[in-house]
């Protein structure tokens, strides 16, 4: 089955720096590649996705990119700020049979210092 | 619309105790998902449903089960808690499988001692 490993798992940054999170998966045949970010004492939240028909998807300060023949892809995050302290977490699936499911990294703390 | 709602939020088992988790979504989704969170091991998928009156295995089934009498609800049984299911559990629904948003409940804190 599929396999999403996730780095770093821990990030820490300064407010107004960038983050970057990386994923890797094992399933060529994957195609739809969602971020969902968990603030503390909720659950995870879809905040951008991405699908194998494109490369580069933007949405004000994240993107994500998607390299499908090194079959990775990366969280983008620019001027962070406190509130985008969080886990996030990666995952990727597949249409067609098996299509009823999301494998998911396992997580990345990230936390931006004031 | 509330969404997706959980109940309980927390709860303490003793070793050998049941319980019943309930979750419920008012979005009109088919499927539903149940998963476990621990530490360093990201969102784990213990069972889910493609419709009502349907489940099936997710990765972690064993020690739990489920039932979707309701299109809008799905429970998640423990018949006999361990403390290995000591965990946090998160209930997850969406319109079709894999390829769309999953939205997630705010989670139940078990704790079996």
């Known amino acids: 089955g599929e396999n999403v490993e996730q780095h770093p798992s821990t990030l820490s940054v300064q407010e107004g720096d960038s983050a970057v999170i990386k994923c890797t998966y094992s399933?060529?045949?994957?195609?739809?590649f969602p971020w969902y970010k968990q603030e503390l004492g909720k659950g995870p939240q879809l905040i951008i996705d991405?699908?194998?028909?494109?490369g580069e998807k933007k949405d004000q300060r994240i993107a994500v990119t998607l390299n499908k023949t090194a079959k990775h892809f990366s969280l983008h995050i620019t001027e962070t700020q406190p509130e985008d302290s969080a886990v996030y977490f990666c995952?990727?699936?597949?249409?067609?049979?098996?299509?009823?499911?999301?494998?998911f990294g396992k997580g990345t703390l990230l936390t931006v210092n004031p | 619309n509330a969404g997706v709602t959980q109940t309980p939020k927390f709860r303490v088992l003793k070793t050998g105790q049941s319980m019943t988790l309930l979750c419920a979504q008012d979005?009109?989704?088919?499927?539903m998902y149940w998963y476990r969170q621990d530490p360093g091991m990201g969102l784990r998928l213990i069972h889910y449903?493609?419709?009502?009156?349907?489940?099936a295995k997710g990765e972690v089934p064993d020690g739990y089960n489920v039932s979707r009498l309701k299109k809008q609800n799905f429970l998640l049984g423990l018949e006999s808690a361990a403390p290995s299911q000591t965990s946090v559990y998160f209930c997850?629904?969406?319109?079709?499988?894999?390829?769309?948003?999953?939205?997630f409940g705010p989670g139940t804190r078990l704790t079996v001692t």
């Open positions: 979005m009109n989704h088919e499927y």
């Open positions: 997850a629904s969406n319109l079709a499988g894999g390829q769309y948003e999953q939205y």
């Open positions: 991405i699908r194998s028909n494109v």
């Open positions: 399933d060529s045949a994957s195609n739809y």
């Open positions: 449903s493609v419709g009502e009156g349907t489940t």
């Open positions: 995952a990727a699936s597949k249409s067609g049979g098996s299509n009823y499911k999301l494998t």
